[in-house]
């Protein structure tokens, strides 16, 4: 079992950047690729970004890629994710999550409850 908790949501505005952690509970993080992911109103959950167990491979949706960063420590059971030069677009709850394949499935099978970003025109 794998406990996911965020933090780091809130209001900016566009153009602004915003980090979101998220810290682990579990001895088996590290065995784990991590994620995350959003979903604004009225739409689908959609993947975000990806990160290896070792974080050597990162994945990214088309609609973040060079404006977002993953990065993961082990040794602190955390993952985070830099959002720069952000967008109304990019208002939604994010999660984070965990799963063993996630990086090429963009599946998980641990989330977290969820946080609030919110981007101003």
């Known amino acids: 079992q794998v406990q996911l908790v965020e933090s780091g949501g809130g209001l900016v505005q566009a153009g602004g950047s915003l980090r979101l952690s998220c810290t682990a509970s579990?001895?088996?993080?590290?065995?784990?690729?991590m994620g995350w992911f959003r979903q604004a109103s009225g739409k689908e959950r959609e993947f975000v970004t990806g990160?290896?167990?070792?974080?050597?491979?990162?994945v990214y949706a088309v609609s973040v890629k060079g404006r977002f960063t993953i990065s993961r420590d082990n040794a602190k059971n955390t993952v985070l994710l830099q959002m720069n030069s952000l967008e109304p677009e990019d208002t939604a709850v994010y999660y984070c999550a965990a799963g063993v394949s996630l990086v090429v499935t963009r599946s998980a099978a641990y989330w977290g409850q969820g946080t609030q970003v919110t981007v101003s025109s």
């Open positions: 990160i290896s167990w070792n974080g050597i491979r990162t």
């Open positions: 579990g001895r088996t993080f590290s065995s784990y690729a």
